[in-house]
């Protein structure tokens, strides 16, 4: 059996497999390992079936590689849940339960800090802010639907403009009364 294959099967590290191997630990077989680490390094994990191998920190190439701040401690606190979701022991357990918690706040209060430095920034807007703009250009839009009607009448029915007229108008009620009643999402009432 490979280096490699005792490392994934116990969890660990290809180095810490050859680390351990000139320290005694057979590599014939994976019982044989966590046999020896039992007995040697008193590690409780290894009497258990293999454990699913950790998922270490990323690297900081990968941290450097998310350019947004709350995308890098959202993944550090997905890394501590999973930590936990892999601690073996009680003391692993807590240790990863208070990591957990931590990674949590400090994206908790990533996210707020963020938040704060946008509305400051005016990269933000308010929701009053955002309903005013397009309650805004939903006027302006309702304006120009409804002179549609008179506008195209003449070009779409050049033998009877007023039926191309009152056909559009009551198709365009027809639009403003869907959106009407799709409640708050776009309001076309002025």
């Known amino acids: ?20 191997a000139k320290k005694g630990m057979p590599t014939d077989s994976v019982e044989a390992a966590q046999a020896w680490r039992s007995a040697n390094i008193g590690c409780k994990r290894a009497k258990a079936m293999p454990a699913a191998p950790r998922q270490s920190a990323p690297p900081a190439s990968e941290l450097a590689e998310l350019s947004d701040e709350l995308a890098v401690t959202d993944r550090l606190r997905r890394l501590a849940v999973q930590d936990f979701e892999n601690a073996g022991s009680i003391q692993e357990r807590a240790a990863a339960s208070r990591t957990v918690r931590d990674a949590e706040e400090a994206h908790e209060t990533r996210k707020r800090d963020m938040i704060k430095s946008e509305l400051e920034s005016q ?14 250009e939903a006027g302006k839009l309702r304006a120009l639907l409804e002179a549609m009607p008179s506008s195209v009448a003449q070009a779409a029915n050049p033998a009877d403009p007023e039926l191309a007229r009152d056909t559009v108008a009551d198709y365009l009620e027809q639009v403003f009364s869907t959106l009407s009643n799709t409640g708050n999402a776009l309001r076309l009432d002025t």
């Open 1 to 20: 059996m490979s280096q490699s294959q005792i490392a994934k099967a116990l969890g660990i590290s290809q180095p810490a497999v050859a680390q351990l």
């Open 123 to 136: 990269t933000l807007m308010h929701r009053d802010q955002v309903q005013g703009i397009v309650s805004e």
